[in-house]
């Protein structure tokens, strides 16, 4: 029997992507219309932000046990995260973990890796391209990275937080990642990381000028991987 994936949430689109992916991809190991059993919990948005906002990363950390305690109790054999900036409290929360984890810029650093990046861009939230999560992950697996500029990094933060994680994609938001995007290539960067996992609901592989690596899913097969002993 597959293992039971234990989704830890925080933004509803990105958790919903995630889940999505499970259920979806689970079909081509699995067979039709099959996949690992999954449950999610997740506190409000708001909750994470008002200690993220004051770097607070302890109290972030109790949120992401409360979850994991909640799904260790309906039978989460491992659990996931797909959101990016939170994991800057991992150290916090993985040795006191009722379930073992996945990383999501492991997985990620390990997709680059596998593709032969040398240089990877990373787009999120202002708190995640400015703090140390994929600084870490990348430099364990050898790969330089580069950030917007503030400005870009302003902007990309006030899509994420007013509009992507509402559900709301507009085709100008759109342009302007792609704009991004191309200043990171003419920086040298040979891919780039959609580290906000709803950032793939606007950007997509046909509009981004370099080549995308998609936290969301990419952790979704990872966990369908892990489920399945694939």
């Known amino acids: 029997m597959p293992l039971h994936i234990g989704i830890v949430a925080c933004?509803?689109?990105g958790a919903a992507l995630c889940y999505r992916t499970?259920?979806?991809e689970g079909s081509a190991l699995l067979g039709r219309d099959r996949h690992p059993e999954v449950s999610l919990h997740t506190h409000a948005l708001a909750e994470y932000m008002e200690f993220v906002e004051c770097d607070d990363w302890a109290g972030v950390a109790q949120l992401m046990l409360s979850s994991a305690e909640r799904l260790a109790r309906a039978g989460a054999d491992f659990l996931i995260c797909p959101d990016n900036t939170i994991h800057q409290a991992f150290d916090l929360v993985?040795?006191?973990?009722?379930?073992?984890?996945l990383h999501i810029a492991r997985e990620v650093a390990r997709e680059a890796k596998r593709a032969r990046v040398h240089r990877l861009g990373v787009l999120g939230t202002r708190y995640l391209m400015e703090g140390p999560v994929y600084p870490e992950a990348l430099g364990v697996a050898g790969i330089e990275h580069?950030?917007?500029n503030p400005p870009q990094r302003d902007k990309i933060n006030h899509i994420i937080f007013d509009e992507l994680v509402h559900g709301q994609f507009f085709p100008e938001s759109r342009a302007y990642f792609a704009e991004v995007i191309q200043s990171l290539k003419q920086e040298g960067c040979d891919a780039v990381a959609l580290s906000c996992t709803e950032i793939p609901l606007l950007?997509?592989?046909d509009s981004s000028p370099l080549p995308t690596l998609d936290s969301t899913r990419?952790?979704?097969r990872a966990a369908l991987r892990k489920a399945t002993g694939r």
């Open 203 to 205: 950007v997509a592989p």
């Open 94 to 101: 993985e040795h006191r973990s009722p379930r073992p984890w």
């Open 146 to 148: 580069r950030i917007p």
């Open 218 to 220: 990419l952790l979704a």
């Open 11 to 13: 933004s509803a689109e």
């Open 22 to 24: 499970i259920c979806l």
